[in-house]
């Protein structure tokens, strides 16, 4: 398998999702139906390429885990029914689970609330060598807490903390986080599935009239797509201050499962073939005792 050639072609299907510059990001000139130049006819073609960037993607990580110096963090960030768990999926099947570890956010816990926001996140940023995969971040407290300003005052936080800055300090203090991972070896890669609110409807009527489907459907959803808009308004905010060079955002089309889990998959693939990932050579030592070992077998 040549990686060096696989990594060239995921790049050219990601980087036209890639922000590494959010000033003057619109999340309104990402057209959440984009296939870029695919088309219908071309779905199995790419099923295909996905199975292969699935391929690829257990040997990078086999290296990665070999060689035990970077860590990868994959965020994921979206609005209901935008396929996060779908990506997910399909896009990590052939990676080592000894390698990979998933976080999904919930709300708060009650011991949660009691520490600072980035806390939890803390606890579960992946060990060198092992791809971390967070469903829902940190990002959360510039979104959901954002859109429901109710949700700032069950933090107690001290109310001289809580200005009307506080989005702009929070951003701050994100790029300053993300930075110092990037400075220790943590590789971050975030991604925001966007899917359009008439998607969105369909997917959420398929879950409310297919019985094997029930079970995926929430209320709250319902509830939350009423804020739409003031969602929309809040990702392209997070997107416009948080996009950096060394953590930037893919705002991925998601009206097209097959085309988000390949753009992932791109992304993903082109983020690891760029550590320059090898298995550890052996020094003279430990050629001898392979040496040794083999002999020594070889006389059973």
């Known amino acids: 398998m040549n990686l060096k050639e696989i990594g060239r072609k995921a790049r050219k299907f990601s ?11 619109r999340l309104s000139d990402v057209d959440p139906g984009d296939t870029l ?20 993607l257990a040997e990078l990580q086999d290296r990665l885990y070999a060689q035990d110096r970077w860590a990868v963090l994959l965020i994921f960030q979206a609005m209901d029914a935008a396929g996060k768990d779908g990506a997910i999926k399909h896009v990590m099947s ?28 803390m606890k579960s940023l992946p060990e060198r060598g092992r791809i971390g995969i967070f469903n829902r971040s940190y990002y959360e407290e510039t979104l959901v807490v954002r859109v429901h300003p ?26 300053a986080f993300e930075r110092y991972l990037h400075r220790n070896g943590v590789v971050v890669c975030k991604f925001f599935l966007h899917v359009s609110k008439k998607e969105q409807k369909r997917r959420f009527l398929e879950r409310v009239e297919n019985p ?29 201050h948080t ?45 001898k005792d392979l040496a040794a070992a083999r002999k020594k077998l070889l006389a059973e």
């Not at 199995?44 to 960037?53: D, H």
């Not at 052939?94 to 926001?117: I, R």
Request: proline content about 6%; aromatic content about 12%; hydrophobic content about 35%.
């Open 94 to 121: 052939g990676v080592n689970p000894q390698g990979c570890q998933v976080f999904s956010f919930k709300a708060p816990t009650s011991e949660e609330l009691d520490h600072d926001y980035l806390w939890r996140s």
């Open 243 to 287: 996009a950096t060079p060394e953590a930037p955002w893919y705002v991925v089309p998601a009206d097209n499962k097959w085309f988000t889990r390949l753009i992932v998959a791109s992304a993903v693939i082109d983020t690891l073939s760029k550590l320059d990932l090898h298995y550890p050579k052996v020094g003279p030592e430990k050629l």
């Open 37 to 56: 130049h695919l088309d219908s006819e071309d779905k199995p073609r790419a099923k295909e390429g996905l199975a292969i960037g699935v391929e690829a």
């Open 150 to 175: 109710d949700l700032l005052q069950k933090q107690r936080l001290p109310q001289e903390r809580i200005t009307k800055h506080i989005w702009k300090e929070r951003f701050q203090d994100i790029r």
């Open 212 to 240: 094997e489907k029930n079970w995926k459907f929430s209320s709250a959803d319902i509830h939350e797509r009423g804020f739409w808009k003031e969602y929309q308004h809040a990702y392209e905010d997070m997107i416009r």
């Open 15 to 25: 980087k036209p999702f890639r922000v590494r510059d959010g000033d003057g990001f």
